[in-house]
């Protein structure tokens, strides 16, 4: 009897042990490895020698592949944020650029931005300029900085251009360094270098290739990884436009627009209604054959110059704050395409540098939280905030009108079961895609 208690007490210490000791590791995992990309280590109390030989195994493989992978994801969005702000600094025409957009934030060109606009309201000095310039603009041609609109848009354009150019160059070096085929690898990520030679110079571009070499070193994936079943069109569809809309919402720059937007429509009603009456009111006044015609024209001028400048001035404004969104989103769109397209093909060309470099770019321009569920067997694609509101249940409602809200939802969830992204993963898999732990390091 003894005897049996002291196996079963040795039982429950062993399990206990193996429960703290898993959990070290998996809180190591989240820590910044040292500069050599090892795990960190952490100090364990003493315990007894056959348990402590045994789990410490485990958890320094646990350990090695959880950082190798996370540190892998951190050196590369790291690359990748160094060799843009490089390129932006190298590009001649992009800073001329920004020589530009500052100048005409100056108060002496503000001025005379204020001046000119009042000049063609009275006598209409510009002709059909603004007219020709927004149809440059909305069909890219002859675009020229003539305004601190234009030189803004300009400058944005040739910096997004920029930032594709070096995601497509890296990616094209992660996928030349993960080819099994030495022929073909040493032509593709003979490719990669020199296009990123083209925007950082040769020696930082064979810089990056040297340390993109050392991450693809250090890379081990597990085989399972390479058997997971292909998206079918509308799974990559709704992962595409998942990734999108969270790039959007969290990119910096589209923010600002739209603030910048919010000004002209963001008004209140009551501003609304008397600036209607300002105008009638002074248009009207101006046109009576008194001393009070030629005041309420001079009033009218400076009201309206008050109120940030003819409608026509605004509108031009608006359009190139459209136009600086839309680069924005072909960007992101683009990046988020090529990304989620070459994790695809590194899966089926069992590429593990480009599985971890496509993982890398989500990761930049969405959330760590996102890019885990994108690239995980049971992704369902979010629901807007109202619909997932309309889902709840609310019981102050009648009772008639719960059961009408129970079959309604009933139906929808029968229809989101019946999409393809809501199929059962396969059982060699599971929900196992490209580890996505979290980021040692946020990624701007």
């Not at 404004?317 to 992101?332: A, N």
């Not at 089926?348 to 930049?364: A, E, H």
Request: with cysteine.
């Amino acid at each position: 009897m003894l005897n049996i208690e002291s196996k079963l007490s040795r039982f429950l210490l062993l399990s206990s042990m193996s429960i703290l000791i898993t959990g070290q590791s998996s809180f190591a995992a989240g820590l910044k490895p040292d500069l050599n990309g090892q795990a960190p280590k952490l100090a364990a109390q003493p315990l007894d020698a056959d348990l402590n030989g045994a789990l410490d195994s485990i958890a320094a493989v646990e350990l090695r592949g959880s950082a190798s992978i996370n540190s892998t994801h951190d050196r590369i969005g790291k690359t990748i944020d160094s060799l843009l702000e490089s390129a932006m600094q190298q590009n001649e025409n992009l800073q001329q650029l920004n020589k530009a957009a500052f100048r005409y934030k100056t108060p002496t060109q503000k001025a005379a931005a204020v001046a000119a606009s009042a000049l063609n309201y009275g006598i209409l000095t510009r002709g059909d300029m603004p007219s020709s310039e927004g149809g440059d603009v909305i069909l890219n041609e002859k675009l020229k900085v003539k305004s601190r609109g234009s030189a803004e848009y300009i400058r944005q354009k040739e910096m997004d251009a920029t930032n594709l150019k070096v995601t497509a160059a890296v990616m094209e070096i992660c996928m030349g360094l993960g080819t099994t085929d030495q022929c073909r690898a040493q032509k593709i990520t003979a490719n990669g270098t020199a296009a990123l030679a083209k925007l950082v110079g040769d020696d930082q571009a064979k810089s990056a290739v040297d340390d993109l070499k050392q991450c693809a070193a250090s890379l081990n994936i597990p085989d399972s990884v390479y058997t997971q079943d292909a998206w079918d069109i509308e799974e990559h569809q709704n992962r595409l436009d998942t990734v999108v809309q969270t790039a959007m919402d969290n990119d910096k720059m589209i923010g600002e627009i739209k603030h910048l937007v919010q000004k002209y429509n963001h008004h209140c009603i009551a501003y609304r209604v008397s600036s209607r009456v300002m105008n009638v009111g002074l248009s009207v006044v101006g046109l009576t054959p008194t001393l009070a015609g030629p005041a309420a024209q001079v009033a009218l001028l400076a009201y309206i110059m008050a109120t940030g400048g003819p409608e026509e001035d605004k509108l031009m404004k608006e359009l190139y704050f459209d136009k600086r969104l839309q680069t924005r989103f072909d960007l992101l769109n683009s990046k988020a395409q090529m990304a989620l397209d070459k994790y695809e093909v590194g899966v089926l060309t069992k590429n593990p540098m480009l599985l971890v470099c496509s993982q890398s770019v989500i990761r930049q321009i969405t959330t760590e939280e996102l890019t885990s569920k994108i690239f995980s067997c049971e992704f369902t694609a979010l629901q807007p905030a109202e619909q997932i509101e309309s889902n709840r249940p609310d019981s102050s409602l009648p009772l008639a009108q719960n059961d009408a809200n129970k079959e309604s939802k009933l139906k929808s969830l029968a229809h989101r079961l019946s999409q393809p992204l809501q199929s059962q993963p396969s059982q060699k898999l599971g929900t196992f895609a490209i580890p996505a732990l979290p980021a040692i390091a946020n990624q701007s």
